[in-house]
């Protein structure tokens, strides 16, 4: 069955770096786009970063995250990346991995807390 496992989230200063990673199996990673959401509390669950299919050939970012995130992938390891810099304290969220194959699948989130 289709599997999203986040990891990397964590407590981190303003202007401070975070990589999440985002371990997928149970499909054929390399076919499908690849996106990067997240919810802060009392807020819905918004787009972050995208990813095409294949090479990843196309991104696209939320306004609040350009210039500042950059989502990657990697095939050979069924893994898509989200580099998060010059964080700030609206960042902080719980951010989720997700697909879409003959549905949305979601992982379980990881936790990203921006504060002094």
């Known amino acids: 069955q289709v599997q999203l496992v986040e990891s990397g989230g964590g407590l981190v200063q303003p202007g401070g770096s975070l990589r999440l990673s985002c371990a997928a199996s149970?499909?054929?990673?390399?076919?499908?786009?690849m996106n990067w959401y997240r919810q802060a509390p009392g807020k819905e669950r918004e787009l972050v970063a995208a990813?095409?299919?294949?090479?990843?050939?196309?991104?696209n970012y939320a306004d609040s995250a350009k210039g500042r995130f950059t989502i990657s992938r990697d095939n050979a390891k069924n893994t898509v990346y989200l580099q998060m810099n010059s964080l700030k304290f609206e960042d902080t969220a719980v951010y989720y991995c997700?697909?879409?194959?003959?549905?949305?699948?979601w992982g379980q989130g990881t936790q990203v807390t921006v504060s002094s």
């Open positions: 149970g499909f054929i990673f390399s076919r499908y786009s």
């Open positions: 990813i095409t299919s294949g090479g990843g050939a196309y991104t």
């Open positions: 997700n697909t879409r194959t003959w549905r949305d699948f």
